[in-house]
C-alpha cells in the first residue's frame, strides 16, 4: 500500500491482540428514540451484525444507525449517529469468555434532566443497545484497512481517546473547528490521531483541511439564527458560510480517497 497522508506510512497487517473486557455498560441513547425495532428484533439484527462483521476480520469498524425517520432528516444526512464497534473478550454469565463486539459513542444529554443536553459524554455500551436506538432498518458500516483498524484499537486504550473529546455539543458541528462536536466529528477525530499518530488538536485541524471533504447541509438564513431556539444542540456559529459536518458519506469517502477502507456497506436484518 501506497503512502497517502501527510507523515503516514502504512506498514504491513498485523493481528491485533484482544484487550480485556470492557466496562460495564451505561446508559444508552436507545431511551431517547422511538425504536423500529422490537427487542428481540433488535437482539437478532445485532448478532447477525456481529456475525458479519467477525467474518469480515473486523477488530474496528465504524457502524451508524439513525434515530429519526429519513423524511425527517435534512438533505444529506442518512444516518444520526455514529460509533465504533471493538472486538473484544467478554466475560460470560457461566464465568466463561467469549469474542463479541463493544461499542464506544458520543451521546449528547445525560442520564437525567439535569444534564445539559448541549454536552456530550463518552459511553461504552453493547451492539444491542446500539441497534435498539435505530428509527429505520438499516445500519451503515465502514471497515477500516486493517493497520488503521490497529491504530484505531491503540488510541481507543489509550488516555488520547478522552483527550480528543470535547464536551460542548452541537448536532452540526464543523470538523475544522474546536468549538464544538457531535459523534462523527469526534470519530473523525479519533480516525485523523490514529492516521497522524498524534492528538494535538491543532495539527489534526490542519491535516483534515487539507484532505478531508465534509458534507454540506443546507441551512437558510432562518434555521442559522432561529435553530438555537427550537433545539439547544443545532449551534451553527462555528461554520464561516456554508454549513458542512462529518458524516458517514464523507467519512466513507475519506478513507477510500486515501486506500484506507477495507469495505462500506448497508445491511438489513437478514441480508
Known sequence: MRRLLPGLLLLAAAAVPLAPAPAAAQASSAQQVAPRFTGAQAARFSKQ???????????VALVFRT????DALPKGIEYTHGAFWVYRTVSTQDGGAQGGYAVYNLYAGGPD???PKT?????????LDFVRGSAVDDLAIIIPAPELQRRLLTVIDSP???????????LVSNPFEARYQNCTTFMLNVVAAALWQTDDQTRLSTNLRASFKPSLIPANGL?????????PRLRTDDHKGPVRTATYESLAQFLASHDLLQTAYVTRPGA
Do not use: C
Not at 434515530?67 to 429519513?70: D, F, Q, T, V
Not at 454536552?119 to 451492539?127: A, G, K, M, T, Y
Not at 434555521?223 to 433545539?231: A, C, E, S
Open 113 to 115: 434532566s439535569a444534564w
Open 223 to 231: 434555521t442559522r439564527l432561529f435553530g438555537p431556539m427550537v433545539d
Open 119 to 127: 454536552e456530550s459524554r463518552l459511553i461504552q455500551d453493547w451492539p
Open 49 to 59: 451484525v456481529e456475525k458479519d462483521l467477525a467474518s469480515r476480520g473486523a477488530r
Open 160 to 170: 488520547a481517546y478522552e483527550r480528543l473529546h470535547n464536551k460542548t455539543y452541537s
Open 67 to 70: 434515530g429519526r425517520p429519513r
